[in-house]
């Protein structure tokens, strides 16, 4: 039997431990007050944002080549007291920052950081004018969205160490968004096991968010790769087996195929390996192909008849076949609760004041671009997306992956024109322009005002998992696209990359001495045709 000194000092321990971990109950009263504070300091911390902006958008990093970024957004994170664990999953470029206050929920923000092939262009200019002709650029606006998480968090920080609020806030990067090849390593790997929630951000046009079934689709990424047997093309070619009769085989068989496709359905190509020289009998050759579908299942489907297709044209040419997955992105489904309660906080910020010369530079862009609306920067709100009832095709993100593990939303800020075609060099044009900083301002102030309301009000959180249990995963599971010992492909870019950084290093932004990128690069803003 426990004495009465062992069982009072189990009481008074019991005690402490409640009195140090419990979390203050706040009024609705002082909870707006917070918010409203958050909110303030973001504001007050504008111009870093800018910088953080601008030095992103000057590294113009490839997916799986993002080092520059990463050691920059690495080092102000830890500069404010982030723990930082490098190279997750595997990936040289990935990192998640931690920071804690105590007990509490555990909130992720994440958002990506690659651009785009071929996409360089001085920012403020609303004609095509590659900074270096057929280098990368930030022709899709991921240079805004880890600046936009930095600024938030670093301002809910402030507010959560000064009134004891306990909680943790993780910071990670959606490496090579691009190519669809990181999250879902993150989420095999259990990173994701541990965490209550996860609010992700993406440039938009607009500012606002969605819940449910989103339009778009699943996809998986497979490289089919050939091998046969060199020969003399001219000389001896009956001994030869080309690998690349196997590709462009297969790559004919897929084509017959679309006929088939429903039209949900998508599917694209690339041969990333046509042998060397034409008189030599390519011994080996491979292509690239994403299969998309708005259901996993079709996506399974999709992969599954296209193995058929690569083994057949083995078969047809006596060669070999192997296939390696290089990224999957799952459906997106995203929370009912965070949604609604990040949209109030949306309409409480409200778009940014767009100055003449921001609309100039976006009606000039979109007419440069051949927009079927010349309209410049809406001035109008979003509604909150709704549930998706009839199924639309298109685009991918491998934040699908997350928001089938936990509840997950995507916060889309306006920084960017619309009526543009998406990954092209019209898209960077708004990126490092008073455009791109208002819209991340806004972004990072409705996304401080979420976390404050998440971090406060305990039913919340409670009802995102009861919706994400019960009504989001009744009946579909997530199930990986990918095995346990499929690798990231952190080769990709590596060549393309390599070819371009000493030049882009020329044009990388020195904050030190320029007070916006664009005084840099001497860019009047905005400069449009005559």
């Not at 664990?85 to 931690?98: K, L, R």
């Not at 979109?366 to 410049?376: A, F, K, R």
Request: hydrophobic share 40%.
């Amino acid at each position: 039997m426990k004495t009465v000194n062992t069982l009072l000092t189990g009481a008074i321990l019991f005690c402490c431990i409640a009195a140090t971990t419990a979390q203050k109950k706040y009024s609705k009263k002082q909870i707006e007050k917070l918010k409203t504070e958050v909110a303030q300091i973001v504001e007050d911390h504008k111009k870093q944002s800018q910088v953080m902006v601008d030095k992103i958008f000057s590294f113009a990093e490839l997916g799986f080549q993002e080092e520059e970024s990463s050691k920059y957004l690495t080092g102000i994170l830890e500069s404010n007291g982030f723990s930082i664990e490098h190279s997750i999953s595997g990936i040289p470029t990935a990192w998640f920052a931690t920071w804690s206050n105590g007990e509490g929920p555990t909130i992720a923000l994440g958002s990506d950081v690659d651009c785009i092939p071929k996409a360089s262009q001085y920012p403020g200019v609303a004609y095509h004018k590659p900074m270096v002709e057929g280098a990368p650029g930030h022709g899709e606006g991921h240079n805004s969205g880890i600046p936009l998480n930095i600024t938030s968090a670093l301002a809910v920080k402030e507010i959560m160490e000064r009134e004891n609020i306990g909680g943790t806030l993780i910071l990670w990067p959606g490496i090579a968004e691009e190519l669809v090849a990181a999250k879902a390593w993150y989420v095999r790997d259990g990173l994701f096991d541990n965490i209550d929630m996860c609010i992700f951000t993406h440039v938009g046009n607009n500012f606002g968010v969605s819940w449910g079934p989103t339009r778009g689709t699943g996809l998986i990424s497979v490289e089919y790769l050939f091998e046969g047997e060199a020969a003399h093309s001219a000389g001896a070619p009956w001994r030869g087996r080309s690998a690349l009769d196997a590709a462009e085989l297969m790559n004919i068989g897929w084509n017959y195929k679309r006929e088939h496709l429903h039209p949900l359905k998508r599917s694209h190509s690339i041969f990333t390996d046509a042998g060397d020289q034409p008189n030599v009998v390519p011994s080996k050759a491979a292509i690239w192909f994403y299969f998309r579908d708005i259901k996993y299942e079709g996506i399974m489907e999709m992969y599954s008849e296209a193995n058929d297709i690569a083994k057949g044209a083995a078969l047809m040419t006596g060669t070999t076949m192997t296939s390696r997955v290089l990224g999957t992105a799952w459906p997106r489904h995203y929370n009912k609760v965070i949604a609604e309660t990040m949209y109030e906080n949306i309409k409480q910020v409200g778009l940014p004041t767009w100055s003449e010369a921001d609309q100039t530079l976006a009606k000039a862009v979109q007419t440069e671009v051949g927009s079927d609306e010349i309209e410049g920067l809406p001035t109008e709100l979003d509604e909150i997306g709704l549930p998706v009832l009839e199924p639309i095709s298109g685009g991918s993100d491998d934040i699908g992956d997350i928001s089938w593990k936990i509840p997950t939303v995507t916060m889309r800020f306006p920084s960017n024109i619309p009526g543009l075609q998406g990954h092209h060099w019209s898209n960077a044009i708004a990126m490092a322009t008073p455009i791109a900083h208002k819209g991340v301002t806004a972004g990072a102030k409705a996304e401080a005002m979420t976390l404050m309301d998440f971090l406060l009000k305990p039913e919340l959180l409670k009802g995102a998992w009861d919706y994400f249990n019960n009504e989001q995963s009744k009946e579909t599971k997530y199930q990986p696209m990918i095995a346990a010992d499929d690798m990231p492909p952190i080769y990709l870019n590596k060549d393309k990359q390599g070819e371009f950084r000493d030049r882009l290093e020329e044009f990388y932004y020195d904050e030190t001495k320029y007070d916006t990128y664009l005084e840099q690069l001497g860019v009047e803003y905005p400069t449009v045709k005559e």
